[in-house]
Structures are given as structure tokens and as C-alpha cells.
């Protein structure tokens, strides 16, 4: 009787050793797996930050390209305004030049 408890003790023993071995190891898995996640939920949330900012960026870029446009337009507007008023100021001057023409030949051809 001694000598099967000493075994069932040994046995007990192994058994205990092998169950708090496997115990430690699932623990071990257990906080790999955690860290695992931590760190895909961490690069989940910067390439979300990534989205974000590149999104606010292209906004940016997006109203400063139609703020371009506002103005290109604008200037645009201004020089057919320029460019129709320098031709009504030219076809006046030489309406003018004409009149001034026909005015010294008219004279010149009276005092001759």
C-alpha cells in the first residue's frame, strides 16, 4: 500500500507537471494572440487616421483647385473686357485719324 501511494503520488505529480506545463503554454498562446490583436488594431487605426488625413488633403486640394479655376475664370473675364475695349479705343482712333486725314486734304486742296 505504500509503495502505491508513493506511484499514484509520482503519477499524480507527472500529471500535475504536464497539465500546468500546458496550462502555462495555452497562457503563453493566450497573451501572443492579445498582443497580435493589439497590434492589428493598432495599424487598423492608423491607416484609418491615414484614410482620414489623405481625405481631408484631396478636400484641401479639391477647393483650392476650384478656387484656381474662380480666378482663372475672373482674369479671363477681364482680359475679353480689356481686349474688346482696347479694339473699340483702336477702330475709334483711326476713325478719328481718318477724319483728321480728310480734314487736312480738304484744306490743303482749298488753299492750293
Known sequence: MINKNK????T???IFDTL???YESKLDYLTTQEKLLYRQN????NKE??????????????DLLHTIRRKLEYTQ???EVFI?????FRTILLILSLI????????LKGDA
Open 7 to 10: 506511484i499514484d503520488k509520482k
Open 12 to 14: 499524480s505529480l507527472e
Open 20 to 22: 500546468h506545463n500546458s
Open 42 to 45: 493598432k495599424l487598423i487605426d
Open 49 to 62: 487616421n491615414n484614410i482620414d488625413k489623405n481625405k481631408n488633403n484631396i478636400k484641401d486640394k479639391k
Open 77 to 79: 473675364k477681364d482680359n
Open 84 to 88: 474688346t475695349f482696347t479694339w473699340i
Open 100 to 107: 483728321i486725314l480728310s480734314i487736312l486734304g480738304v484744306k
